[in-house]
């Protein structure tokens, strides 16, 4: 099992106003997160007090974390990447660009997030549940998750860290955490569908219970 660190720069270069979600007089952070829970438009699409506030294709902007997964996991263009919670599918079409030929596919609980897919993938991408993958075991050079696994009741999550596992030779998920009170307060705020509010301690007891003795990594809201 080894920690690695190929989003916290991305997710830090992010500036956050922590207090104007939580107080926002029109979606008040208990709306906020109704709304997006229900991986719909909103989610993705709908105003960023909400969540993203618009999650289009920016050409390049994923390019650093493919590259970084390739060099990394040494991925080729005969490799097979799933992407566990995939959403809208950029990074695995970022993946194609560098490595024409590579097969992915991609799972994601939103039918939205879907069908509003980047073009090139979306024949590749399929709604269902990281606690029941539907794939045979050890399928994928690789399995990622990427800012999903926090997401999780702990009855999924238990499942869903021994099907990453299963369907895989290797992987790699990302979780958010939190280190001391002040980026534990922040990531409250912030945060709109996160379910698992965990130390990296706690985090790494989850991986011990489940099995999961592959790569993860942190990020905090700081």
Same mark, same amino acid.
């Given at each position: 099992?080894?920690?690695?660190?190929?989003?916290?720069?991305? /997710? &830090?270069?992010?500036?956050?106003?922590?207090?104007?979600?939580?107080?926002?007089?029109?979606? =008040?952070?208990?709306?906020?997160?109704?709304?997006?829970? @229900?991986?719909?438009?909103?989610?993705?699409?709908? %105003?960023?007090?909400?969540?993203?506030? &618009?999650?289009?294709?920016?050409?390049?902007?994923?390019?650093? #974390?493919? %590259?970084?997964?390739?060099?990394? +996991?040494?991925?080729?263009?005969?490799?097979?990447?799933?992407?566990? &919670?995939?959403? @809208?599918?950029?990074?695995? +079409?970022?993946?194609?660009?560098?490595? =024409?030929?590579? /097969?992915? !596919?991609?799972?994601?609980?939103?039918?939205?997030?879907?069908?509003?897919? /980047?073009?090139? #993938?979306?024949?590749? *991408?399929?709604? &269902?549940?990281?606690?029941? *993958?539907?794939?045979?075991? $050890?399928?994928?050079?690789?399995?990622?998750?990427?800012?999903?696994?926090?997401?999780?009741?702990?009855?999924?999550?238990?499942?869903?860290?021994?099907?990453?596992?299963?369907?895989?030779? %290797?992987?790699?998920?990302?979780? !958010?955490?939190?280190?001391?009170?002040?980026?534990?307060?922040?990531?409250?705020?912030?945060?709109?569908?996160?379910?698992?509010?965990?130390?990296?301690?706690?985090?790494?007891?989850?991986? !011990?219970?489940?099995?999961? $003795?592959?790569?993860?990594?942190?990020?905090? +809201?700081?």
């Amino acid at each position: 099992m080894k920690e690695l660190s190929i989003l916290q720069n991305k /997710h &830090g270069s992010v500036k956050r106003d922590y207090l104007a979600r939580v107080n926002d007089p029109e979606y =008040p952070k208990y709306k906020a997160a109704e709304l997006a829970k @229900k991986w719909d438009f909103d989610y993705w699409d709908g %105003d960023r007090r909400i969540c993203y506030g &618009g999650y289009n294709y920016k050409p390049g902007y994923w390019t650093p #974390v493919a %590259d970084r997964l390739i060099q990394e +996991f040494n991925l080729n263009t005969s490799s097979s990447v799933l992407d566990v &919670g995939c959403g @809208k599918g950029y990074l695995l +079409f970022e993946l194609t660009q560098l490595l =024409p030929g590579i /097969h992915v !596919e991609g799972l994601d609980i939103s039918d939205y997030a879907i069908q509003n897919s /980047h073009p090139a #993938v979306k024949e590749f *991408l399929r709604k &269902g549940s990281s606690s029941n *993958l539907p794939w045979g075991d $050890n399928v994928f050079d690789l399995a990622i998750s990427l800012n999903t696994f926090h997401n999780l009741y702990t009855f999924d999550l238990v499942d869903s860290l021994k099907e990453i596992r299963r369907v895989s030779k %290797d992987s790699y998920v990302c979780i !958010e955490s939190y280190r001391n009170e002040l980026e534990k307060q922040n990531l409250l705020y912030w945060q709109v569908t996160c379910e698992g509010f965990y130390t990296p301690k706690e985090w790494e007891w989850w991986f !011990e219970q489940t099995g999961y $003795n592959r790569h993860y990594e942190f990020i905090f +809201f700081e």
